[in-house]
């Protein structure tokens, strides 16, 4: 078996989550190519090179592929998919924007967001919010399957050898074009690679209150997440969002304040190693899943918490 794993960059920097879908990758088992599409990316092809595990590594360099637009890189990865057993991606926005169309132009189905590999056909993922977990098995002559990055610890970034090989082909669809972006800038960690995750909820009452929460950040080198109650109450902006319809993290302490536990939420943090809820309703669900409590006044606890960090 050989298993394609595309990159995910911005053709400078490759992503942690690439290191969590080639470990999904190892475990399957055989040989691991890494897809690197993109306009300029040298050196992430060359960081992609020295992942362990990885053996070869296809650098497709074309401005087609400077935004990595879905229209267009999905063509150029079903050409070279028809080579493989497996085709895996990330489960990011880039990931499940273009494995579904992959799956589609190779006329098979698609696994989405598996957290466990059973055999080289039969993997685990979540269903109904994470309240259940379904074993799905493929026949399909070629298994596209997008990675929950949580789910796998990350190989080694630095041990490989892999070669690298030039990929020619170029596919324009014509179809769509990059207009614009705006990122958010900021020196906190990001959200879904950060170790230590502070987010709030709808108990936080407005935005200016955040303040709280990235003065505790700062101090703990955390990054800041918030629940969809405080994203849609327009607190802050949506890519601070956690839960199913957001980021899916797995920090090493995750700190719940203001949040009362939404399935919604906890199908994007329960994974979290030692998750800490602060809130004044005692009965709030997000206690059910904490390891530890704190029933208190989050503008009194906050400031307190800080001071002691």
Do not use: C, W
Request: charged share 15%; no cysteine.
């Amino acid at each position: 078996m050989t298993i394609l794993v595309i990159a995910e960059h911005d053709n400078k920097v490759l992503a942690p989550a690439t290191l969590n879908t080639v470990a999904a990758a190892a475990k399957i088992g055989g040989d691991i190519h890494v897809l690197v599409a993109g306009q300029g990316a040298g050196a992430v092809a060359e960081a992609a090179a020295k992942i362990a595990g990885v053996s070869k590594v296809l650098n497709a360099d074309n401005a087609a592929y400077a935004h990595q637009l879905p229209e267009n890189v999905a063509p150029l990865v079903a050409e070279l998919g028809k080579g493989y057993s497996h085709i895996l991606a990330a489960a990011t926005s880039n990931g499940k924007n273009i494995l579904p169309r992959v799956a589609a132009q190779l006329d098979v189905d698609q696994i989405s967001e598996i957290i466990s590999v059973e055999s080289a056909d039969t993997f685990t993922r979540p269903i109904y919010a994470g309240n259940a977990i379904a074993t799905v098995q493929s026949s399909a002559a070629i298994k596209v399957i997008t990675v929950r990055a949580t789910g796998f610890d990350p190989v080694a970034a630095e041990g490989g050898s892999a070669a690298v090989e030039a990929v020619a082909a170029a596919h324009d669809a014509g179809t769509s074009s990059f207009v614009g972006e705006e990122l958010a800038k900021s020196d906190r960690p990001e959200l879904t690679a950060a170790k230590i995750v502070v987010s709030g909820g709808r108990g936080m009452q407005n935005g200016d209150n955040f303040k709280h929460l990235y003065a505790l950040a700062d101090k703990l080198g955390a990054a800041v997440g918030a629940s969809r109650a405080a994203v849609d109450a327009g607190f802050v902006p949506n890519d601070m969002q956690v839960g199913q319809t957001g980021k899916i993290v797995a920090p090493q302490l995750y700190i719940a304040v203001g949040i009362s536990g939404a399935i919604q939420h906890l199908a994007g943090m329960k994974d979290s190693k030692v998750i800490v809820a602060i809130n004044k309703d005692e009965e709030a669900p997000i206690f059910q899943v904490a390891d530890y409590g704190l029933v208190a006044d989050l503008f009194e606890a906050i400031p307190e918490l800080s001071k002691l960090v």
